[in-house]
Structure formats: C-alpha cells, structure tokens
C-alpha cells in the first residue's frame, strides 16, 4: 500500500537557523498539506498546496514558512528563522482530490529547536 | 466557528468493553467528519468517516453515530482491545475550506 513518507524524523536545530522538512506524497496525489502537532496538543493546519501554489494558509504559516513541490516529486517546508515555538511534530498529507477526499498523513518530523 | 470540541482528553476501557468518545461542532457547514487513530511517534491514520447525510456508519468494531441537528458525533469502538489504545481525533472538513479541524484528542487505554 502506498505511503507518504517525511524525512528527517527527527531535526534538532539552533533558534535562528534554517531548516527544511521534506515529505514524499503518495504519487498520484495532487493536493498536499503540512499540519503541525506541538507535544500534547490538537494537530494543527499549516497550509495547504495545489496545483504549485498555495490554496490557504492559517495564520501561523506568517513570512517565516515556505512550501514547494521543486520536482514533482518532494513536498518541502522550509521555515527560514526557527523560533523555540516551531518545536513540534509536523505532518505532511495528500489527498487525490480537494474538498472532502481523504487526507493521508505521513510519520512526521520531529523538529526541536533549541 | 470553527473549533471542534472533543471529549473525553482521556479514558480508561476494561478489555471487551465498549469505548464512546463525543465530538461537537458548530460550523454548518463542514460536512465530512472523520477519525483519526494515532499511535506514539506515528502520524494520525485515517479510522473511519462519515458524512452528515446518514445517521451511522459502521466498520468492524467502530460505529460513528452522526446527530445533524445536535451538530454532534461520536466515535464507538465495541469490544475495546489492548491494540486499540492510542489516541483519537474527531476531525471535520467542509464549508470551501480543504483544511482539517482536529479536536483536542483523545488517549484511550484499553486494559487487559
């Protein structure tokens, strides 16, 4: 059965630096989302991706995140200044059609800042 | 409007018992609701869903019963199993938006 797949499963990096999370969906998927679960909590939604731009945005997803689909392949979330408050798991999911189709989420990375 | 509540945060089910976590939500228009089971360090995995058009929906053990005007739902595991226990999330979509609203969550312990 095919997968989504996220690597690393886990990122320790210093406040300030930059990093990149990257997800694999599963290949004939075409909508493409990052939530986020910070430890304990509700798991959260980022933004979501179709058709190489971005459909909508929460309001945590401020000027810090990006996303890119680069080769149409990898699904990539890069947050440009880590803040101690980005430590959280985050998710990747895809999904064949938009709306009300099925999210199917990946392993997660776990992403601490320290 | 577009929080979803959950409830229990946790519970506690002896082994062969019957699990009921509540789900409430109040934006009318989402209008897919599905769960979502999560073991430790894994990513939620899609359980089971429903749509606001029939009343109950049943896959093996897990029922979700849907009340449209209550603008309420739940999840019923029958027969709790050691395997069951992780942690479940109501979730809903709908209303134009393709984003998930999750629930708080909650942590089942099925015991032997």
């Known amino acids: 059965e095919p997968e989504v797949t996220q690597t690393p499963s886990h990122q320790v990096t210093q406040m300030g630096q930059e990093v990149i999370l990257r997800c694999v969906p599963i290949?004939?998927?075409?909508?493409f989302y990052w939530y986020r679960q910070i430890l304990g909590q509700k798991v959260e939604f980022l933004v979501s991706?179709?058709?190489?731009?971005?459909?909508?945005k929460s309001e945590i997803f401020d000027d810090q995140f990006s996303v890119e689909r680069p080769d149409g392949s990898n699904f990539t979330l890069k947050i440009r200044s880590t803040k101690l408050e980005d430590s959280a798991m985050y998710f990747c999911?895809?999904?064949?059609?938009?709306?009300?189709?099925?999210?199917?989420f990946g392993p997660g990375t776990r992403l601490t800042v320290l | 409007q577009q929080q979803v509540k959950q409830s229990p945060q946790s519970l506690i089910v002896q082994k062969g018992g019957i699990s009921i976590i509540n789900c409430a939500y109040e934006?009318?228009?989402?209008?897919?609701f599905p769960w979502y089971q999560q073991f430790p360090g894994k990513g939620p995995a899609l359980l089971i869903a429903?749509?606001?058009?029939?009343s109950e929906k049943k896959e093996g053990r897990f029922t979700i019963s849907f009340n449209k005007s209550a603008k309420q739902f739940s999840l019923h595991i029958m027969d709790s199993q050691p395997g069951d226990s992780a942690t479940y999330f109501c979730?809903?979509?709908?209303?134009?938006?393709?984003?998930?609203?999750f629930g708080a969550g909650t942590r089942l312990a099925v015991h032997p």
């Open positions: 999911a895809g999904s064949g059609g938009g709306g009300t189709d099925t999210q199917y």
């Open positions: 290949s004939n998927h075409l909508y």
């Open positions: 991706f179709y058709n190489n731009e971005i459909s909508e």
């Open positions: 934006n009318t228009a989402f209008d897919y």
């Open positions: 429903i749509r606001p058009d029939v």
């Open positions: 979730a809903a979509l709908g209303g134009g938006y393709n984003k998930l609203i």
